[in-house]
């Protein structure tokens, strides 16, 4: 990647060194490489094994690993490890999501790297944490979901513990690190020092429950699961059409009025049942039921636009093809193209966060295991003969 190719996006002064794998990880430098940084991803040298990430022409790995270059290292080897502490020399950030301990044993923990260049971040995301009582267990998302809480809110009425359609903990414990960079990378314009950035899966997701976890911090409220009820704001959920199913988001009491005319039902205003949100949460069932039977004679697209007319929150649901279809989400182009020099063009998930002078890049796509070694190598001073005594060993 050359130097202009990030001119002028808000992060293309800064180097990133990506050590990560699976999702947690590539989430946090997806962020730093999207916005500009000139990422080296660096993996270790071919084994002929599917590693940790799944395939890498699949449209996981794909997605994760856009806009970086990658550099293979088997840092187990000293003259690799040298070659690393040079990257680290001239780079702003590293980013790690090993077992805490993993770092340590490679000599690529934050004192090492700081002992090469004070100015380092390093960005570490664990399972549990980098200390305490579980800090050597391996992280997993579904095991954190189901030890932060998620789980036991998640699911029908009664129907046992559910974990959530995506990698809730992985992915918000990326973005988090990401921000935490960004963070250690604004502080250090003052100080001109590094810093250690740490997250993990574990405190992501129970930064995540919000809310709920805030009901039982000051009330005592330990919640449960309300299936596709909102757990406060009633009538909020999935109710049944002539044609499928659509969301209702009713919150307060001008909207309930506005709701309650619209859908034909002034009475349910003074109604004993439902006239103040205490009622309406006390009698829930009764509330959905006669809504329903409302509801579900007519089609979803009617509803829609009945209450958008209406002023009362109201939306389809839809599965991931009709999502994409969408004229927002085609607006947005939440779907992007990419082109890769080997498999031709195919869509990848775009950012959700725009910026008006400096928008982010989707440059390149994800680059072939080690495609860009011997470029970086020959980078650090490294000769022909040097490079290629260091594959013929392993080293890289």
Known sequence: MSATATTGLPLSRFKVLDLTRVRAGPTCVRQLADWG???????????????????????????????????????????????????????DVVVENYRADVK??????????????????????SGFGEDGPYRDRPGFDQIAQGMGGIMSITGEVGGGPMRAGIPIADLCAGMFCAQGILLALLERETSGKGQWVTTSLLQAQIQMLDFQAARYLKEGEVPVSAGNDHPTSIPTGVFPTSDGH?????AGGPIYERFCKAIGHPEWITDERFNTAPKRSKNRKEMNAVIT?????????????????????????????????????????MATPINHPRM?????????????????????????????????LAGLGYDAATIKAMHDRGAV
């Not at 002023?311 to 607006?331: R, T, W």
């Not at 990848?348 to 928008?359: E, G, M, Y």
Request: hydrophobic share 35%; with cysteine.
């Open 37 to 91: 940084a000139d990422v080296i991803k660096v993996e270790s040298p071919p084994d002929g094994k599917e590693g940790l990430g799944g395939a890498r022409d699949g449209s996981d790995f794909q997605n994760l690993h856009r806009n970086k270059r990658s550099l293979t290292l088997n840092l187990k080897d000293p003259d690799a490890l040298e070659v690393f502490m040079k990257l680290v020399a001239e780079s």
């Open 104 to 125: 340590y044993r490679l000599g690529i923990d934050y004192d090492s790297l700081a002992k090469v260049n004070p100015g380092i971040i390093l960005g570490s995301i």
């Open 246 to 250: 659509i969301n209702i988001a009713v």
């Open 293 to 333: 039977e409302v509801t579900q004679h007519k089609p979803s697209n009617y509803w829609v636009e009945l209450f958008e007319e209406k002023g009362v929150p109201c939306g389809p649901i839809y599965n991931m093809e009709q999502m994409f279809a969408d004229p927002q989400v085609k607006h947005l182009e």
């Open 344 to 376: 031709g063009e195919f869509g990848i998930v775009n950012q959700a966060v725009r910026l008006s002078r400096t928008p982010h890049q989707i440059r390149t796509a994800t680059p072939e295991q080690g495609e860009h070694t011997d470029e970086i």
